[in-house]
């Protein structure tokens, strides 16, 4: 039985979206609008992409933008819920999976990895890294929506396991940050500076793997 979310005092909000009724060939519009975001966002940088170029390349009116998402806060928050949704199902998995621990998380962290990356998450965690200070509403919501609950998840596997006897975890929470920022944090990081990206998607996944077991099996000799 999962554990309910941890309490959270005060979720960073963004303006919201505009309302609009799409037909499909509207919905089409949108989604190639995201599709050529992502390419312009990673190409340019957050403050360097215009709304013209992205217009321009995917073809469809600057007033169908607008109406769909606003400005450009709200098609990099699109941008984001996409993302977000994708590597949540990621770590649903997880949780859902009948291998022992070991196995499961390895099979959980390439998954995981193929998603970081994405262009798409690419261009998220390329755009908080750099216009952090500069869009805080888009940082915290990012942490907030797509990050801290990846974390529950991942406790609440931990802690799952644990009382299983699958594991011995005394903190979840800890541990469940511990994994994140030893499978991913420093991969995010290289793959923002573009020093790695799909193309090395193999053996990255091997680098995943090895740290899951430096993760469940620590450093120290056997005894």
């Known amino acids: 039985m999962r554990r309910p979310p941890h309490p959270s005092p005060e979720k960073p909000t963004l303006p919201p979206r505009p309302a609009v009724e799409l037909q499909r060939r ?3 519009r949108v989604e190639r609008f995201l599709d050529v975001a992502i ?3 990673n190409e340019k940088g957050y403050q360097g992409a215009r709304l013209s170029d992205i217009v321009k390349r995917a073809g469809g009116s600057l007033s169908t933008l607008y109406r769909a998402f606003g400005d450009k806060e709200g098609l990099v928050h699109a941008l984001m819920e996409r993302s977000i949704r994708d590597f949540g199902k990621d770590v649903e998995e997880l949780l859902d999976s009948p291998l022992p621990p070991a196995q499961a998380l390895e099979e959980a962290a ?3 990895v193929e998603e970081i990356l994405s262009p ?3 261009a998220c965690h390329r755009i908080i890294t750099t216009e952090g200070i500069s869009q805080p509403a888009l940082r915290d919501w990012f942490r907030v929506h797509g990050i801290q609950p990846a974390e529950r998840l991942l406790s609440e596997y931990f802690a799952r396991e644990t009382r299983a006897g ?3 975890i005394e903190d ?3 541990a469940a940050d511990h994994f994140y920022m030893l499978v991913f944090g420093g ?3 290289r793959s923002i500076n573009g020093w790695v990206d799909g193309t090395q998607l193999p053996q990255i ?4 793997r090895s740290a899951v077991r430096m993760f469940l099996q620590g450093a120290l000799p056997r005894s």
């Open 187 to 189: 991969l995010i990081i």
């Open 110 to 112: 390439c998954h995981m």
């Open 39 to 41: 390419e312009v966002f």
């Open 166 to 168: 699958r594991l011995h």
């Open 172 to 174: 979840p929470d800890m």
């Open 26 to 28: 509207g919905e089409l």
């Open 120 to 122: 798409a998450r690419i």
């Open 205 to 208: 996944q091997g680098r995943a």
